[in-house]
C-alpha cells in the first residue's frame, strides 16, 4: 500500500532548466493535487485535478504545467525554472465526497532548489 | 473563496506546559477542519479533522481542537506539552466540493523549552 508516492525527494536545478516533479498513487483516488510550502505562508494549491484529463489552476499556477493523462499519475512540470520556485512541493489525493472518511492523502515532499 | 489566519508565527512553552494554536478561518459554508504537525524535513502528518457533530475533536498524540462556530475558529489544544511536540503545525479548511482540497494557514512553530 504505497499510497502517494513523490519522486525525486531533492533536486537542485540551475535557472532556465526544465524538469517534472512526479506524483502517483496507487488508490485509484479522483481528485489530485500539487501544493508549495514556503516559509510563513503555509501550503498553496499550484494546480489540481478532479479526474484524468481534466485539470485547472489554484492559487499560484504561473510557471507550472500539469496534465493527467491517467488517474494514477498527476506530474508537475517546470518548463523554465526559477529561484522564486525554490520550495517544497507536496502532491496530495483523495476520493470525491463530503464522507469523513475521505481521507486527504500526502506525499512526502519534493524539496527543489533553484541556483 | 475560503481563508485561514495562525496569528501566531511562533509560539515557546516550557515542557510539560499547556499549549493552546489559535486559527480563525473564513468560510461560506460549514466548514471541513483539519490540523496537521510538521516535523523539520518531513511531509505532513494530520493530527484531527472535523466534518460534523461534537465540536470538541480529539486527534492523536493527545492533541485535542474545539470548533466554535460563532468565533469562526478551531484551536488546537493539549494539556502538557512534550519536547517531542515541538514542530510547526498548520491548520487548514476543506473545500470538499471541489478537487481544491485544503486552503492552509501560515503555520505556528512551536518551540519547547526543556
Known amino acids: 500500500n504505497a499510497g502517494v508516492t513523490q519522486t525525486p525527494k531533492f533536486q537542485v536545478l540551475k535557472t532556465g532548466q526544465s524538469m517534472t516533479l512526479q506524483c502517483a498513487q496507487d488508490?485509484?483516488?479522483?481528485?489530485m493535487s500539487w501544493y508549495r510550502q514556503d516559509p510563513g505562508m503555509g501550503l498553496r494549491l499550484i494546480h489540481y485535478?478532479?479526474?484524468?484529463?481534466?485539470?485547472d489552476q489554484g492559487e499560484v499556477p504561473n510557471g507550472y504545467n500539469v496534465s493527467r493523462s491517467t488517474t494514477e499519475d498527476f506530474p508537475l512540470r517546470l518548463l523554465s525554472a526559477a529561484p522564486s520556485q525554490t520550495s517544497v512541493y507536496f502532491c496530495?489525493?483523495?476520493?470525491?465526497?463530503?464522507?469523513?472518511?475521505?481521507?486527504?492523502?500526502f506525499g512526502e515532499g519534493s524539496w527543489l532548489t533553484v541556483v | 473563496a475560503q481563508s485561514v489566519t495562525q496569528p501566531d508565527i511562533h509560539i515557546t512553552v516550557s515542557e510539560g506546559a499547556s499549549l493552546e494554536l489559535r486559527c480563525n478561518y473564513s468560510?461560506?459554508?460549514?466548514?471541513?477542519l483539519f490540523w496537521y504537525v510538521q516535523s523539520p524535513g518531513q511531509g505532513l502528518q494530520l493530527l484531527l479533522k472535523?466534518?460534523?457533530?461534537?465540536?470538541l475533536v480529539q486527534g492523536i498524540k493527545g492533541f485535542e481542537a474545539e470548533f466554535k462556530r460563532s468565533q469562526s475558529s478551531f484551536n488546537l489544544r493539549k494539556p502538557s506539552v512534550h519536547w517531542s511536540d515541538a514542530a510547526e503545525y498548520f491548520c487548514?479548511?476543506?473545500?470538499?466540493?471541489?478537487?481544491?482540497?485544503?486552503?492552509f494557514g501560515g503555520g505556528t512553530r512551536l518551540m519547547v523549552k526543556p
Open positions: 496530495a489525493s483523495r476520493s470525491p465526497g463530503t464522507s469523513s472518511g475521505n481521507t486527504i492523502y
Open positions: 488508490m485509484n483516488h479522483e481528485y
Open positions: 485535478s478532479v479526474g484524468a484529463g481534466i485539470t
Open positions: 468560510y461560506g459554508a460549514t466548514p471541513y
Open positions: 472535523y466534518f460534523s457533530g461534537d465540536t
Open positions: 487548514a479548511v476543506g473545500a470538499f466540493n471541489a478537487g481544491n482540497m485544503l486552503t
